[in-house]
């Protein structure tokens, strides 16, 4: 996703909401460590995830995968869809849903800690 234009439909997919919108502004698109992808439908983005790419684990080229939003019934193929892209990259994503984690295990994903949140004031 290169354009504000196509930034904006990808937001509306995400989350209907608009003033959330402003967690991802454009000036992301310009840092070439951020993907906005999608999986678009009928001319409409259907799921989407944002991957980035982060420091060396171990030697290892990570790639973080968060925001991924879809219908839960569409959970499997799109994170598959989403992820063919990087068939041989280690990629990293926090998800605690209980009723999704099967879907995550059953594409390779295995628990490797905990997540913790920082909120400074």
Not at 25 to 36: A, G, Q, V
Not at 54 to 74: A, E, H, M, T, Y
């Amino acid at each position: 996703m290169a354009t504000s234009e196509s930034l904006k439909k990808w937001l509306a997919g995400w989350n209907e909401n608009e003033s959330l919108h402003a967690v991802f502004p454009s000036r992301l698109l310009e840092r070439k460590t951020i993907d906005f992808a999608a999986i678009i439908k009928d001319g409409k983005v259907k799921a989407g995830a944002v991957f980035n790419t982060g420091p060396k684990l171990d030697g290892k080229d990570i790639l973080g995968l968060s925001n991924v939003f879809c219908r839960k019934s569409w959970l499997y193929s799109a994170l598959h869809d989403l992820l063919e892209p990087f068939p041989n990259r280690s990629i990293c994503t926090y998800e605690n849903d209980a009723s999704v984690l099967p879907v995550y295990r059953q594409l390779g994903f295995e628990p490797c800690g905990q997540l913790s949140v920082w909120l400074k004031q």
